[in-house]
């Protein structure tokens, strides 16, 4: 594995461990990195087996970063949105829907390093990336659903960060794909003249 790479990953762990140190509600905290738990050691993995390129990783490490500040302070209540929320005149703190906008925005390109490595039709590693996004990003909705009901009932607010809104769930999914249709259109033109 390069230096850089590992390096990338130190910078998260350090940025976690302070981030780890009394969170604003614990038990919300442990819940919202429990997918870390499993993702960080697959990542390693997939990392050795498909080699990312340091600009992947990097998108991979700012999304990582914003994911764990948003379980230190719970992602309804992120107190350095509130001002982006008053500016706005928005009615909740968006913080939430912003993270779920990173992840299709800045994981699109990873996803797509692995899927091109098994596919030499571009358009179609192209769409399966588009794809995958929006599976993951509907799946986890249904995953942190079910998480808060089985695990803590009573953290449920405030670890689906639902803010009241009862098409949170929907308006994240849809903030994913937006972020992933910003790389759909980026990507289109070159995926579009290379191979097919």
């Given at each position: 594995?390069?230096?850089?790479?590992k390096?990338?990953?130190?910078?998260?762990?350090?940025?976690?461990?302070?981030?780890?140190?009394?969170?604003?509600?614990p038990?919300?905290?442990?819940?919202?990195?429990?997918?870390?738990?499993?993702?960080?050691?697959?990542?390693?993995?997939?990392?050795?087996?498909?080699?990312?390129?340091?600009?992947?990783?990097?998108?991979?490490?700012?999304?990582?970063?914003?994911?764990?500040?948003?379980?230190?302070?719970?992602?309804?209540?992120?107190?350095?949105?509130?001002?982006i929320?008053?500016?706005?005149?928005?009615?909740?703190?968006?913080?939430?829907r912003?993270?779920?906008?990173?992840?299709g925005?800045?994981?699109?390109?990873?996803?797509?390093?692995?899927?091109?490595?098994?596919?030499?039709?571009?358009?179609?590693?192209?769409?399966?990336?588009?794809?995958?996004?929006v599976?993951i990003?509907t799946?986890?909705?249904?995953?942190?659903?079910?998480?808060?009901?089985i695990?803590?009932?009573?953290?449920?607010?405030?670890?689906?960060?639902?803010?009241?809104?009862?098409?949170?769930?929907?308006?994240?999914?849809?903030?994913?794909?937006?972020?992933?249709?910003?790389?759909?259109?980026?990507?289109?033109?070159?995926?579009?003249?290379?191979?097919?």
């Amino acid at each position: 594995m390069p230096k850089s790479h590992k390096l990338i990953y130190a910078v998260y762990v350090i940025i976690w461990i302070l981030l780890a140190i009394n969170p604003k509600y614990p038990e919300d905290w442990l819940l919202e990195n429990v997918l870390i738990f499993i993702l960080f050691p697959t990542l390693l993995w997939l990392d050795k087996k498909y080699n990312f390129s340091l600009f992947s990783l990097i998108l991979i490490l700012i999304f990582s970063i914003f994911h764990s500040v948003g379980a230190h302070y719970t992602y309804a209540q992120m107190p350095y949105f509130n001002d982006i929320t008053q500016f706005f005149g928005f009615e909740r703190n968006n913080f939430d829907r912003f993270v779920h906008f990173l992840y299709g925005l800045l994981l699109f390109r990873p996803i797509l390093e692995i899927v091109t490595a098994h596919s030499t039709k571009s358009r179609f590693a192209l769409i399966f990336t588009f794809s995958i996004i929006v599976t993951i990003a509907t799946t986890y909705e249904i995953l942190e659903w079910l998480a808060a009901v089985i695990f803590h009932p009573d953290l449920g607010i405030a670890f689906l960060g639902t803010q009241g809104d009862v098409w949170d769930a929907q308006k994240d999914t849809l903030s994913a794909i937006i972020g992933a249709m910003i790389n759909f259109a980026i990507f289109y033109p070159k995926y579009n003249s290379s191979l097919d």
